[in-house]
C-alpha cells in the first residue's frame, strides 16, 4: 500500500518569507509525528498527533512553527518568518499502535533551505 | 523519557557479525525499546522492537538482559549496504519518541 508521502521534496525560500509543508500518513494511522533533521545530525522532535487528542507540541523550537492535522489525515507544519538556521530536512512519520507494537513509518522528507 | 546512550560510530568489514549496544539506564516498566536504520537521504525505518530477553527477524536480533538496562542489537554478516545510522529509542507507544545521535556504522569491503 502507499506510504507516508511529503510534499514538496525540496524547498529554497528567502529569509523571512512563511513556508508550508505537508504530510499525507497512511490512511489509517492515528499517531503523526513530525522531526527535523540537521545535517549529519539526529533526529529532533517537533510535534505529535494523536487521534484527536490535543497534539504534544513540546517539541517546537519557537512560536514561528505551529502544525495543524485536519481531519485526524493530512498534516501542515507552518513556519513564519523563517530563518536561515530553520534550514533542515523535515521528516513526518504516522503510526498505528498494534498491540505491543507503535512501528513508525516515515516518509522522504522535505528539504527547506532558507537563503 | 528514558534517555539512551550508544557509541557514537562503528567500523565493520563485510561478512562480519556487528553488536551495538544502547545503555537506558532509567527504562521504565512499560517501555519497550526500539531500533531504526537509517540510510542517507531517506527516513528512519523499523528495524526491531522488544521488551526483554531476545528478539529475532529477518534483518536483526535484539538482546536484552534481565535488568533490561541495555541492549544489544545484533547485526548478522553485514554487508555495504548495512553502513547506515542507527537509532535506539525507549518509550511506550503512543506518546512523542526522542531519537538520540545514533550509531555510524560504516562497513568495508
Known amino acids: 500500500g502507499a506510504g507516508v508521502s511529503q510534499s514538496p521534496s525540496n524547498k529554497v525560500t528567502e529569509k523571512g518569507k512563511d513556508v508550508e509543508l505537508r504530510c499525507d500518513p497512511i490512511?489509517?494511522?492515528?499517531?503523526l509525528y513530525w522531526y527535523r533533521q540537521s545535517l549529519g545530525q539526529g533526529l529532533e522532535f517537533l510535534i505529535y498527533?494523536?487521534?484527536?487528542?490535543?497534539?504534544?507540541k513540546s517539541g517546537l523550537p519557537s512560536d514561528r512553527f505551529s502544525a495543524e492535522r485536519t481531519g485526524g489525515s493530512v498534516s501542515t507544519l507552518t513556519i513564519q518568518r523563517t530563518q536561515q538556521e530553520d534550514s533542515a530536512v523535515y521528516l513526518c512519520?504516522?503510526?498505528?499502535?498494534?498491540?505491543?507494537?507503535?512501528?513508525?513509518?516515515f516518509g522522504p522528507g522535505t528539504r527547506l533551505t532558507v537563503t | 523519557l528514558a534517555k539512551t546512550t550508544q557509541p557514537i560510530s562503528m567500523d565493520s568489514y563485510e561478512g562480519q557479525e556487528v553488536n551495538i549496544t544502547c545503555s537506558h539506564n532509567?527504562?521504565?516498566?512499560?517501555?519497550?525499546i526500539t531500533w531504526y536504520q537509517q540510510f542517507p537521504s531517506q527516513g528512519p525505518r523499523f528495524i526491531i522492537q522488544?521488551?526483554?530477553t531476545k528478539v529475532t527477524n529477518e534483518v536483526a536480533s535484539l538482546f536484552i538482559p534481565a535488568d533490561r538496562k541495555s541492549s544489544t542489537l545484533s547485526l548478522p554478516r553485514v554487508s555495504l549496504s548495512d553502513t547506515a545510522v542507527y537509532y535506539c529509542?525507549?518509550?511506550?507507544?503512543?506518546?512523542?519518541?526522542?531519537f538520540g545521535a545514533g550509531t555510524r556504522l560504516f562497513v568495508k569491503a
Open positions: 512519520a504516522s503510526s498505528r499502535y498494534r498491540g505491543d507494537t507503535y512501528e513508525q513509518y
Open positions: 529509542l525507549v518509550g511506550t507507544g503512543g506518546f512523542k519518541t526522542i
Open positions: 490512511s489509517g494511522h492515528t499517531a
Open positions: 532509567n527504562i521504565a516498566t512499560n517501555d519497550y
Open positions: 498527533f494523536q487521534g484527536n487528542s490535543a497534539p504534544d
Open positions: 522488544g521488551y526483554k
